[in-house]
């Protein structure tokens, strides 16, 4: 009996030692949203503007780094053939993964502008960003253009 009470124990610390440790090794969404993301789609109340917006720029690039870095690249479409104009903006992120918020504070013409948004994750590769009060106005200022809320930015992942 003494045999058989070591070998249940042993099996027993076999079974608690290889339990998993709750799920913690999936990956977080801050390690899933590092990376660079590209816009790949926007609608807002009034449908679809996705169109729109490739007639204007060549891309949106968003890139999200360690450290809680952020850097946005926005090639605009020019009337002269071949050419673009391309402007950078870097500053820092801040997630609050329980409420799905991203707050990222980029230097615009040398002020630090937040913009807030909702987030979620659609797999691996696809993200929406959906912006969250004055948030909606400073983008429609920074694209020249006015959006109606709700808006949605889809993302695809490039690396």
Not at 81 to 88: R, W
Not at 106 to 122: A, E, I, K
């Amino acid at each position: 009996m003494r045999k058989l009470t070591l070998v249940l124990m042993i099996f027993g610390l076999l079974l608690v030692g290889c339990d998993n440790d709750g799920g913690s090794d999936a990956a977080s969404d801050a390690d899933a949203l590092l990376g660079t993301w590209a816009v790949s789609g926007l609608t807002d109340a009034s449908g679809d503007r996705s169109g729109s917006l490739l007639e204007s720029y060549n891309s949106v690039m968003i890139t999200l780094g360690a450290g809680s870095t952020i850097a946005m690249v926005v090639d605009a479409k020019t009337e002269e053939a071949n050419t673009s104009d391309v402007t950078d903006y870097e500053g820092s992120f801040t997630l609050d993964e329980a409420s799905k918020a991203l707050i990222a504070t980029l230097s615009v013409s040398g002020q630090s502008t937040p913009l807030t948004f909702t987030y979620s994750l659609q797999g691996e590769s696809s993200l929406k960003l959906n912006p969250v009060g004055t948030t909606t106005i400073l983008l429609g200022v920074l694209f020249q253009t006015t959006y109606t809320d709700p808006v949605e930015f889809t993302f695809t992942k490039v690396q």
